[in-house]
């Protein structure tokens, strides 16, 4: 993919349904729904912000436009690692508010249709309450991101 690739543009909400972008923290593999992606961009300077929570790094200008980053790898709880040529910001639309997601490496687009995820197992973890399901593609389980849930804390959506 290149450096800032638009992944929505000229898709219509039925050809992006079921389609997900597949990315890694550490080695686990994870998904979020295609229809809130916007474009994946390599790392940007990033102008500190006081007083967040930690896993958020801050904001970055986006050709104008003014959008918070969070690195997921700490909002998930693991330790931070320094940003290589494979990090990438995620630019994700939720509530009409642009945010930048920091993984470690995108890996593709994958379909998952209807049938092919599973609930989550009640395990009490506080991880999960930002998964809307298991799939498994290919050889691999993805773990699948709900956006509102993932940002419900951040950004006041409800």
Do not use: W
């Amino acid at each position: 993919m290149s450096e800032n690739q638009v992944i929505t543009d000229g898709k219509s909400l039925d050809d992006l349904s079921g389609r997900y972008l597949s990315f890694y923290v550490d080695d686990t593999f994870y998904g979020i729904e295609l229809l809130h992606v916007t474009e994946i961009i390599s790392v940007q300077p990033i102008t500190f912000v006081p007083s967040l929570p930690s896993y958020i790094k801050g904001i970055i200008n986006l050709r104008g436009k003014v959008v918070p980053v969070i690195d997921v790898r700490l909002k998930f709880g693991q330790e931070e690692r320094p940003y290589d040529d494979k990090t990438c910001v995620i630019v994700v639309l939720v509530e009409n508010m642009q945010v930048g997601l920091i993984v470690d490496s995108v890996a593709e687009v994958v379909s998952i249709h209807d049938g092919e995820s599973n609930n989550l197992p009640e395990l009490g973890r506080n991880g999960e309450r930002y998964l809307s399901s298991i799939s498994k593609v290919e050889d691999r389980s993805i773990l699948n991101i709900d956006c509102n849930k993932f940002f419900q804390s951040d950004l006041q959506l409800y």
